[in-house]
């Protein structure tokens, strides 16, 4: 059955299932910067146990800092952490770390793999951007008839990350390599981000009505 709206990391293969195209709103972060906040993230939850320390992996990333591991294992760090946007967005491949086999062969994306993923980028009806959330939000609100937000408000951040102004010149290198695609299509979606802001035209802020009821399912 039809529902409003499906909110997840959803992959675009999910598409093919739809009975009619849905529209489509992403919001994109800068790469290197969504790389450190997804490896802490990682760190803290083997930390509280919330991902076992027996998964391949898991021990490491609880251990070591960012700029160790990747000096380590820069192509584990590339699969799991640096492509995510690109993979997510083109119907690629992903890996969580327990999924990483060292004996496969993961390669790296194509210049075609990059070309979908932005394509599908220029399908979604808005391009957010994650460092300007109240304006990404305020564009999907314009693009589909919604009241637009006065303000939004961040959850669940951690305060125990590195920060890309604390990493040294070499890693940051190599982060640099390992989200090359991502950056891409970071600075695709950001062109988009800002068209889509110059259209938008002066923002009208007022409440919405809350509906009767609302049907809430965790599948």
């Not at 999910?14 to 997804?38: A, C, G």
């Not at 990333?61 to 997510?88: M, S």
């Not at 951690?158 to 102004?165: E, L, P």
């Amino acid at each position: 059955r039809p529902h409003l709206a499906y909110i997840s990391h959803i992959p675009s293969q999910w598409l093919l299932k739809f009975p009619r195209q849905p529209y489509l709103f992403t919001i994109l972060r800068e790469p290197i910067d969504r790389v450190l906040s997804h490896y802490y993230f990682q760190r803290e939850l083997i930390q509280q146990g919330l991902i076992p320390r027996s998964q391949p992996f898991a021990e490491q990333v609880a251990k070591l800092e960012i700029d160790e591991f990747i000096h380590r294992d820069p192509d584990r760090l590339r699969v799991c952490f640096g492509e995510l946007q690109t993979r997510w967005m083109g119907g690629n491949p992903c890996w969580d770390l327990h999924e990483y086999a060292p004996n496969v062969e993961h390669p790296n994306l194509t210049r075609w793999d990059l070309w979908w993923a932005k394509r599908q980028l220029r399908q979604c009806v808005a391009v957010g951007a994650a460092h300007r959330l109240l304006e990404s939000l305020q564009i999907l609100c314009h693009a589909i008839d919604w009241p637009a937000p006065a303000n939004v408000g961040r959850d669940n951040s951690n305060s125990n990350r590195a920060n890309k102004d604390q990493l040294d010149p070499k890693t940051l290198r190599l982060l640099e390599t390992i989200t090359t695609a991502d950056r891409e299509l970071f600075a695709e979606g950001t062109r988009l981000f800002e068209r889509q802001l110059a259209k938008r035209g002066k923002p009208r802020f007022c409440a919405g009505r809350a509906p009767a009821s609302f049907i809430c399912a965790f599948d």
